[in-house]
């Protein structure tokens, strides 16, 4: 069994260690007591702990013949070799090269601090790294002094929001791609939780930029390579693992014959397959009765809604899903619970602006009846918290043409509609806005085009042929709209019913009559533009 011999006095605990492990500094997850993706079999464990520090002066005070004195900021440990060999490269080599520090037994390191050091041997006896008192950035730096891959490997696999950028200035500062590869795909992964820590503003620009980078194009296999020439690491060119494709989370089928609450699936189309494909399924908590959806550093965030298809109640719970992991998780819900509310990112500024919408009120006759809201709340995810925003001009439902001036924290009415639509969906490109109405009978359905800079409105001509039959005793109905595109591919506006999806070609402002397939959830949808890895989206089966 590994342990330190303790000469008189003892001390009942390492001077490094505290009785409340559970401090929230730079604490690593035991081996023990990790994640399964954390835990490694044959962990050692040690019953005696203790140690004690002499000021150097001649003899070795009776060092025995399986320890060795090492000797940091002029405080003497007497430490069994294999402790350290077994650990440390840079002691196996020292101790079996015969080289005179081992013949002596004594070491002194130098450019070592001693609180480093003492976390260092803790991780060797217990296998448990607790940096409560010292930087993880001075103990790495340690470690990769001390060639102690083990340690390197612990924290790769243990990796936090509270280490993750200590890993990455420590791969950048040894040239370590495996540790720097590590700690950019946990950053890209937990990119949110990032963005609310101190550690994020540690990062340098370019650092910043890369992973805005890879939220959208997903994280390459290696995002290091080591340049021979120049002894540097520089951002590895390659091909764009993620693309552009267009989601649709659905609405409950409410003329379901089975049960009105399934939850739907979270659909993309495939434009590459010219098919649609199942992503997964949707949280069986979440109830998308009246959602509303919005796209910020390539995270579908889903907030506000009722509880159920009769609408009486409103949902408190959010949920955030990211397209490239494949994984949900729960968001900061709304301070005010609403439905058919607004949303708009400013993501340079990590904001997201939640606009509108309508509360749950009962009428004279005890039924329940919706009521708009003119209040806005901002969420900034750097904060992670959400704030009271300007209040609208008018209380309104759903997509409106307002703009705030972020300046005088004003909203002022940018245009209106100059045809009567009902249940408007509304996108944007470069300067112009895209508004469509998803239903007919007597309101417009054509898509029109706002332009920001003329200020003028156009038609976009709708003329495509719509098949029969459709919802609303077969006038055309439109579930919702989005914009996707992929550089050299072109950009594109599609329109979505459960029948067909339509195109419009951007560039050369027309529609493109191709027969794709409308989406196969039933009810309506509400479609974003995400950037998914086209790993993926297998090939489409007609």
């Given at each position: 069994?590994?342990?330190l ?8 605990r390492?001077p490094?260690?505290?009785?409340d ?10 081996r ?26 001649n ?18 440990l ?16 020292l101790?079996a ?21 003492q ?6 006896i217990?296998?448990?790294?607790c ?12 470690a ?5 891959e083990?340690?390197?490997?612990y ?6 929001v ?14 370590i ?12 992964r ?12 540690r ?24 340049n021979?020439?120049s ?12 693309a ?11 003329a379901?014959?089975k049960?009105?609450?399934d939850?739907?699936?979270l ?35 889903i ?16 949920f ?5 992991f ?22 340079n ?7 509108g ?5 009962v009428d004279s006759?005890?039924h ?19 704030r ?5 001009p ?9 703009t ?16 009567i ?33 003329s ?8 003329r495509l042929?719509?098949?029969?039959p ?31 999806t ?8 027309k ?5 794709f397939p ?14 998914v ?5 297998t090939?489409?089966?007609?």
């Amino acid at each position: 069994m590994a342990a330190l011999r303790s000469p008189t006095p003892r001390l009942e605990r390492l001077p490094w260690e505290r009785n409340d492990r559970s401090h929230p500094g730079s604490q690593l997850t035991s081996r023990g007591k990790s994640s399964d993706e954390g835990k490694i079999k044959g962990s050692r464990r040690v019953s005696l702990r203790r140690v004690s520090f002499h000021t150097p002066n001649n003899g070795l005070f009776g060092c025995r013949m399986d320890e060795i004195c090492v000797v940091v900021d002029e405080k003497r440990l007497h430490i069994q070799k294999n402790v350290l060999s077994e650990g440390s490269e840079y002691f196996r080599a020292l101790l079996a090269s015969g080289m005179k520090e081992s013949q002596k037994n004594q070491v002194v390191l130098h450019g070592v601090s001693l609180a480093a050091f003492q976390v260092i041997l803790e991780f060797l006896i217990s296998d448990n790294l607790c940096c409560n008192d010292v930087s993880v950035e001075e103990v790495l730096d340690t470690a990769v002094f001390l060639q102690m891959e083990g340690l390197l490997k612990y924290v790769t696999r243990n990796m936090t929001v509270a280490t993750c950028v200590a890993c990455l200035r420590i791969a950048e500062k040894h040239f370590i791609p495996s540790l720097g590869n590590a700690a950019y795909r946990f950053m890209t992964r937990h990119y949110i939780d990032l963005l609310k820590s101190e550690e994020f503003n540690r990062l340098p620009t370019l650092q910043k930029r890369r992973l805005a980078s890879y939220r959208r194009t997903a994280v390459p296999p290696a995002p290091f390579e080591l340049n021979n020439s120049s002894q540097h690491f520089h951002l590895a060119e390659y091909e764009p693992t993620a693309a552009q494709f267009m989601c649709a989370v659905g609405n409950y089928n409410v003329a379901s014959p089975k049960s009105p609450d399934d939850p739907r699936p979270l659909y993309a189309f495939n434009h590459l397959e010219a098919g649609w494909q199942n992503l997964g399924k949707l949280p069986d908590e979440l109830s998308t009765h009246g959602c509303s959806v919005c796209v910020i550093h390539n995270f579908l965030v889903i907030l506000g809604g009722y509880t159920n298809a009769k609408r009486d109640s409103l949902q408190t719970k959010a949920f955030v899903y990211d397209p490239l992991f494949n994984a949900w998780s729960a968001f900061q819900p709304l301070p005010t619970p609403r439905a058919l509310l607004g949303l708009a990112t400013m993501e340079n500024h990590d904001l997201i602006f939640a606009i509108g919408g309508s509360v749950v009120k009962v009428d004279s006759s005890g039924h329940p009846a919706p009521e708009p809201l003119a209040c806005v709340e901002v969420y900034d995810l750097r904060k992670g918290e959400w704030r009271e925003g300007s209040r609208l001009p008018k209380p309104i439902v759903r997509s409106n043409a307002v703009t705030l001036s972020m300046e005088g924290n004003k909203w002022d009415r940018l245009t209106v509609v100059p045809r009567i639509r009902f249940v408007t969906s509304m996108t944007s490109w470069r300067e112009k806005l895209f508004v469509i109405g998803q239903r007919a009978h007597d309101f417009e359905v054509d898509p029109m085009c706002f332009d920001l800079e003329s200020k003028e409105w156009t038609t976009l001509l709708y003329r495509l042929h719509v098949p029969q039959p459709l919802r609303n005793e077969g006038t055309p109905c439109f579930d919702d709209f989005t914009l996707v595109s992929n550089g050299e591919e072109g950009s594109y506006l599609y329109i979505l019913t459960q029948h067909m999806t339509h195109r419009y070609n951007l560039a050369e402002e027309k529609w493109e009559d191709l027969g794709f397939p409308g989406c196969p959830a039933l009810g309506s949808a509400k479609v974003m533009t995400l950037q998914v890895p086209i790993s993926k989206l297998t090939r489409v089966r007609h």
